[in-house]
Nanobody, 122 residues
Framework: VQLVESGGGLVQAGGSLRLSCAAS????????MGWYRQAPGEQRELVAT????????SYADSVKGRFTISRDNAKNTMYLQMNSLKPEDTAVYYC????????????????WGQGTQVTVSS
C-alpha cells in the first residue's frame, strides 16, 4: 500500500491550501487516518485525525477552527483543508493510515506518506 500526499506549496499568511492523501495498492481497507506535521528542528506532531467512516474527527489545539480533515472512502483519499494559514504552520505534512491488507495472509499496520511541504510566508 502506498500513501501519496499532494497539494503543498507556498502561500501567504491568511491564505488557504488543501492537502490530499491518496492510498493505492491491492486488497486493502483503511481504518483511522491522520495528518501529522514536522517543522525544521521540531518533533513530528499530530495535526488531525479521522475515523474510518469519517464520523469523528479530532484536531490539535493549534489548528482548531482553521483546519478541516475529511475523507472520501470511495476514492481512498483523505483531505486537509487549511484556512487562515500562519507562518507557524510551515512544516512538512505527512499522512498516516491504519491499513489492513488481505491476500495470501492478513496484516494490519500503520503506513506513512512521503510528505508534502507547506510554507507560509508572513
Amino acid at each position: 500500500v502506498q500513501l501519496v500526499e499532494s497539494g503543498g506549496g507556498l502561500v501567504q499568511a491568511g491564505g488557504s491550501l488543501r492537502l490530499s492523501c491518496a492510498a493505492s495498492g491491492s486488497t486493502f481497507s483503511i481504518n483511522a487516518m491522520g495528518w501529522y506535521r514536522q517543522a525544521p528542528g521540531e518533533q513530528r506532531e499530530l495535526v488531525a485525525t479521522i475515523t474510518s467512516g469519517g464520523g469523528s474527527t479530532s484536531y490539535a489545539d493549534s489548528v482548531k477552527g482553521r483546519f478541516t480533515i475529511s475523507r472520501d472512502n470511495a476514492k481512498n483519499t483523505m483531505y486537509l483543508q487549511m484556512n487562515s494559514l500562519k507562518p507557524e504552520d510551515t512544516a512538512v505534512y505527512y499522512c498516516n493510515a491504519d491499513v489492513e491488507t488481505y491476500g495470501s495472509s492478513w496484516a494490519r499496520r500503520w503506513y506513512w506518506g512521503q510528505g508534502t511541504q507547506v510554507t507560509v510566508s508572513s
